[in-house]
T-cell receptor, first 114, second 109 residues
Framework: ETGVTQTPRHLVMGMTNKKSLKCEQH?????MYWYKQSAKKPLELMFV???????ENNSVPSRFSPECPNSSHLFLHLHTLQPEDSALYLC?????????????FGPGTRLTVT | GENVEQHPSTLSVQEGDSAVIKCTYS??????FPWYKQELGKRPQLIID?????GEKKDQRIAVTLNKTAKHFSLHITETQPEDSAVYFC????????FGKGTRLHILP
């Protein structure tokens, strides 16, 4: 699959587990994003990385920890989550983090916290 | 902070009729306004966008209008078809992008 890929596509975890979501973009972009999508807040921006540097953190709880080792990969490390964290987590990338550039979304990871 | 309001949250139109979705934004510095379509179980995808130096843009059955003075922009879909059924998100961007809460569009047969 080209474009933006995410693994796993589905994840069920207990509140004491530690897991990681992975995103990879094959578009040569310099900016990557994590979004949370739920019925309550359809597209909630969590983090923005530009050239591997975090440039935005929208008051996300510390139980979510992003990591961007290079401009093609983005991770979201999860630990001690709550049931209300169950949602679809979307990764996206764009050419740069600002300006008039389209965001390309991945297929998402459907996370269920039990 | 920046806020984007989107209305309506749900819209049902008869196949062949037109659909209009409206958004307002609060940051007058916003200069880019994309619209994304998300079909059931799929990822959001850009369908049309408009920049602040343009008042209207059209692509086949889809058009977007922008009123910078009033700080609102709208998506117009004409001759609606079943495949137009989806959730549509507007967004406004200056240095950061803010999405509206989405409109679930149902095309009735």
């Amino acid at each position: 699959e080209t474009g933006v890929t995410q693994t796993p596509r589905h994840l069920v975890m207990g509140m004491t587990n530690k897991k990681s979501l992975k995103c990879e973009q094959h578009l040569g972009h310099n900016a990557m994003y994590w979004y949370k999508q739920s019925a309550k807040k359809p597209l909630e921006l969590m983090f923005v990385y530009s050239l591997e540097e975090r440039v935005e953190n929208n008051s996300v709880p510390s139980r979510f920890s992003p990591e961007c080792p290079n401009s093609s990969h983005l991770f979201l490390h999860l630990h001690t989550l709550q049931p209300e964290d169950s949602a679809l987590y979307l990764c996206a990338s764009s050419q740069v983090a600002t300006g008039t550039y389209e965001q390309y979304f991945g297929p998402g990871t459907r996370l269920t916290v039990t | 902070g920046e806020n984007v309001e989107q209305h309506p949250s749900t819209l049902s139109v008869q196949e062949g009729d037109s659909a209009v979705i409206k958004c307002t934004y609060s940051d007058s510095a916003s200069n880019y306004f994309p619209w994304y379509k998300q079909e059931l179980g799929k990822r959001p995808q850009l369908i049309i966008d408009i920049r602040s130096n343009v008042g209207e843009k059209k692509d086949q059955r889809i058009a977007v209008t922008l009123n910078k003075t009033a700080k609102h922009f709208s998506l117009h879909i004409t001759e609606t078809q079943p495949e137009d059924s989806a959730v549509y998100f507007c967004a406004a961007r200056d240095d950061k992008i803010i999405f509206g809460k989405g409109t679930r569009l149902h095309i009735l047969p």
